[in-house]
């Protein structure tokens, strides 16, 4: 029996999901061409370095929803594998 802490387990998944669908609205680049004004390539500009941003947030949600989920795997104990006692001091 393998004890998984669900709640981590599912926040890890959930985070994993974001990112997927991050990265799936996000897949294509914006492209130019070369015939533009100014404005059109500081808009351009603009909307690639919102795109590498956007690129970067995903792929840390994905990375720290996968480390969730490794981390759920351990994070629960036996309630009876290991009994404390408490030690009295000596007098």
Request: hydrophobic residues 50%.
């Amino acid at each position: 029996m393998v004890l998984v802490d669900k709640k981590i387990l599912a926040g890890g998944i959930a985070m994993i999901v974001a990112g997927i669908i991050l990265t799936v609205s996000v897949a294509e680049s914006p492209a130019g061409h070369p015939e533009m004004t100014e404005e059109e390539i500081i808009d351009l500009m603009v909307a690639e370095d919102e795109n590498q941003a956007f690129e970067m947030l995903s792929g840390i949600l994905i990375g720290i929803g996968f480390l969730l989920v490794l981390i759920s795997f351990g994070a629960r104990r036996k309630k009876d594998s290991v009994k404390r006692e408490e030690k009295k001091p000596a007098e």
